[in-house]
C-alpha cells in the first residue's frame, strides 16, 4: 500500500511537484484554495479533499507546504479550519515555500510550541520547468533522521538533494544565496549583451561563446528562457530574494555590495519596467 503524503498549494510550482509524487507511486492528498484546480488535479490522479483538516487527517506522516507566504502558511496551519483542526499527531509539515531564514525560523518555533506536529523546510530551485521535469534542487534543513525518512519524496520532485543542519531556515539562506549569485550574474550577462548590441554583434553568436569560454553561467546557457522572465513574475520574486539576502547583511554586519548593487540594478540592466509599488 502507497503512502499517502499531503499537499497544499497546487499552483504553478505545487501542481507539477504533486503530480511528479503521484507518478513516483505515492497517493498525494490535495488541497487547494482555488477549487479551479481541482479538476485537472482529479485527472492527474490526485486525491483533492474539501478541507485541510481532512488533509491533515489522511495524511500518513508528512505535508507539503507550497503556498505563498508566511501568512498563508500560517493560516493553512493555524486558521479556524487549519491543519491543527484535525488535531494531527506525530506528522511532519514540509514547507517548500520560499521565506527569508528568520522567518522560516519564526514560523518553525510556532509549530513546535502550539502544535503536535513537527516541521522541517525545504526550499527549491529550478523554476516551473524545474517542477514539471522533477529536476529541482531541493535545499533541505531540520533534524536531519526526519529529513533523512523523506528522502523519497524529494527523490521524486528534484534531482539533486542537499541537506544544510538541523536548524530551521538553513535551506532559506541557501535558496538566497543561490539567488544572490543568479541576481549578480543576469545583471552580468545583461550588461554584456547590452554592449555586444551597441557593436551589433549577433547575440546568439556571443551566447554561443560565452558558453564554451570563461563567462559561461547557468544564466548564459538559459538566456532564452530568462530574457523573458518579466517584472510582474519571475523579476519580482528574484527582487524579494535580493532584498531579504541584503537584509540578512544588514543584520549580521555581512557586506553584500555586489547584491545590493544588482538588486537596483536588476530591472534596469533587464531592460523591464519596475513593477508598481
Known amino acids: ?21 503521484k507518478k513516483a507511486g505515492f497517493e498525494v492528498i490535495g488541497y487547494d484554495a482555488f477549487k479551479g484546480i481541482y479538476e485537472k488535479a482529479k485527472a492527474a490522479g490526485i486525491t483533492m479533499v474539501e478541507t485541510l483538516k481532512e488533509v491533515a487527517e489522511q495524511a500518513d506522516e508528512a505535508i507539503i507546504s507550497m503556498v505563498r507566504d508566511y501568512d498563508q502558511n500560517v493560516d493553512i496551519i493555524f ?11 506525530d506528522k511532519t509539515i514540509i514547507v517548500m515555500s520560499t521565506l527569508d531564514p528568520d522567518t522560516m525560523n519564526q514560523l518553525g518555533k510556532k ?14 530551485s529550478g523554476g516551473a520547468s524545474g517542477a514539471q521535469a522533477g529536476t529541482l534542487s531541493i535545499m533541505t534543513s531540520g533534524p536531519e533522521k526526519i529529513v533523512k525518512s523523506f ?25 538566497l544565496i ?31 561563446l ?14 532564452s528562457d530568462v530574457s523573458e522572465w518579466t517584472a510582474d ?9 535580493l532584498k531579504a539576502a541584503y537584509n540578512q547583511g544588514v543584520k549580521h554586519n555581512i557586506s553584500l555590495p555586489f547584491n545590493a548593487l544588482s538588486s537596483t540594478q536588476l530591472f534596469d540592466a533587464m531592460g523591464k519596467e519596475k513593477p508598481r509599488a
Open 1 to 21: 500500500m502507497s503512502k499517502k503524503i499531503g499537499f497544499v498549494g497546487l499552483g504553478t510550482m505545487g501542481f507539477p511537484m504533486a503530480v511528479n509524487l
Open 79 to 89: 486558521g479556524q479550519y487549519g491543519l491543527v483542526s484535525g488535531q494531527p499527531k
Open 111 to 124: 509549530v513546535e510550541e502550539e502544535s503536535d506536529l513537527r516541521l522541517i523546510d525545504a526550499a527549491v
Open 151 to 175: 528522502r523519497p519524496y524529494f527523490e521524486a520532485m528534484g534531482s539533486n538533494i542537499f541537506y544544510y543542519g538541523d536548524q530551521t531556515g538553513n535551506s532559506q539562506t541557501a535558496k
Open 178 to 208: 543561490n539567488n544572490l549569485i543568479l541576481g549578480i550574474n543576469m545583471n552580468a550577462v545583461a550588461e554584456g549583451l547590452k554592449l555586444a548590441n551597441h557593436y551589433n554583434l549577433p547575440q546568439e553568436e556571443l551566447l554561443n
Open 210 to 223: 560565452l558558453q564554451v569560454s570563461t563567462g559561461d553561467s547557468w544564466v548564459v546557457r538559459n538566456w
Open 233 to 241: 513574475t519571475a523579476l519580482s520574486v528574484l527582487l524579494k530574494d
